[in-house]
């Protein structure tokens, strides 16, 4: 039940929640008004029932910390004057802990969801790469791949999976069985196939190798060195998007062209890595924009925005139903973002 309002005293009121989704531990804006008394009492920010934890309050902003667990997608702000009319947010739920990602996680056709434990380099590790499937259950999948990183699908439902330690690119069947598909490849981190299934390899040291159905490997493209990995991901219009982290805090998303062509799409980005499209071409990347952290969706024609908050994002992909599988370095969250992805592999 509300409080009843003092004289004098402003009902809060939510103007808007910046941004609207996160995962536990992001961090939000709340804009309005009446949002604070003036150092008189704090605000109670809920998430449902969840008290959200308050960073910064002022009567026009408020700054929360998303708590863990949060099963409402309302949000409320609670003074002596009253309780605010709810505003909607999108919170994600954590489906798999005590995982090592460091890429993009990957979907099978059926919905289930692959995520490495990638391990420091040179770690050798009793599960290489895990399947969590549609009951969220998860399982081991795949052994003794030394510090995997990259996974893609191709159209058979066959999983690669890079070994940045080897420089090798691993083919695994549906039921886990694995054959070596190319070596070489340097320090081998994100993978990506086109249209017409040709496997592309981010040699985090500088190159772009292009494999092609009969395995005959190409050096692509060449780009500045990363200093943690390249990532992956083929936009509609048929050219390659590369992020990587570099020794600037100001990096680009790459553009590259089916030339070889290297150009930068969009300049800003701190510490670019994991990266997915939408059926409307939009760019989703893991990555900090204007000092926060979280996922920044970047529109066709470049205009950039914050669309998730969250820290220790490095990847994410589009899963059932307008959810967003995003992977932090310890586990995996479904985002239920109403956002449709565009296909991997056509």
């Known amino acids: 039940m509300d409080k009843a309002e003092g004289p004098g005293k402003v009902r809060p009121h939510i103007a808007c929640v910046v941004p609207?989704?996160?995962?536990?531990?992001?961090?939000?804006?709340?804009?309005?008004?009446?949002?604070?008394?003036?150092?008189?009492?704090?605000?109670?920010?809920?998430?449902?029932?969840?008290?959200g934890s308050l960073l910064l309050s002022s009567p026009n902003r408020l700054i929360v910390r998303v708590p863990d667990d949060v099963v409402s997608r309302n949000l409320t702000v609670d003074t002596s004057a009253g309780v605010s009319a709810p505003a909607s947010v999108v919170v994600g739920l954590v489906i798999a802990e005590n995982l090592h990602p460091v890429a993009n996680p990957a979907l099978d056709s059926a919905g289930n969801t692959f995520t490495t434990f990638s391990g420091s380099r040179g770690q050798k590790v009793e599960t290489s790469v895990f399947k969590i499937d549609i009951n969220r259950v998860m399982c081991p999948f795949l052994k003794d791949v030394m510090n995997a990183t990259g996974l893609a699908f191709d159209r058979e439902g066959?999983?690669?999976v890079s070994s940045r330690m080897e420089g090798s690119i691993y083919?695994?069947?549906?039921?886990?069985?694995?054959?070596?598909?190319?070596?070489?490849?340097g320090v081998a981190t994100g993978i990506a196939f086109d249209r017409d299934e040709n496997l592309y390899v981010g040699d985090r040291t500088g190159t772009i190798f292009k494999i092609n159905r009969e395995r005959q490997i190409f050096v692509f493209a060449t780009i500045e060195a990363s200093v943690a990995a390249f990532h992956l991901a083929f936009g509609p219009d048929g050219y390659l998007y590369v992020a990587g982290p570099t020794?600037?805090?100001?990096?680009?998303?790459?553009?590259?062209?089916?030339?070889?062509?290297?150009?930068?799409?969009y300049r800003g980005l701190g510490r670019p890595q994991g990266l997915a499209f939408d059926i409307e071409g939009n760019i989703y990347v893991a990555a900090s924009l204007a000092g926060k952290r979280g996922i920044v969706r970047l529109t066709p024609d470049a205009r950039a925005e914050l669309v998730v908050s969250g820290y220790n994002i490095v990847g994410l992909a589009f899963g059932r139903q307008g959810s967003m599988i995003v992977s932090t370095?310890?586990?995996?969250?479904?985002?239920?973002?109403?956002v449709e992805g565009m296909p991997l592999v056509k």
């Open 158 to 160: 066959y999983l690669y």
């Open 171 to 185: 083919r695994v069947s549906p039921d886990g069985l694995r054959s070596a598909y190319a070596q070489g490849m």
């Open 20 to 51: 609207r989704a996160a995962i536990p531990g992001g961090e939000i804006s709340i804009l309005g008004s009446g949002l604070a008394e003036n150092g008189r009492s704090r605000p109670l920010v809920r998430f449902g029932d969840q008290p």
């Open 329 to 338: 370095n310890s586990s995996l969250v479904d985002l239920p973002l109403g």
């Open 247 to 265: 020794t600037s805090s100001f990096d680009h998303l790459l553009r590259v062209s089916p030339a070889g062509e290297v150009t930068s799409f």
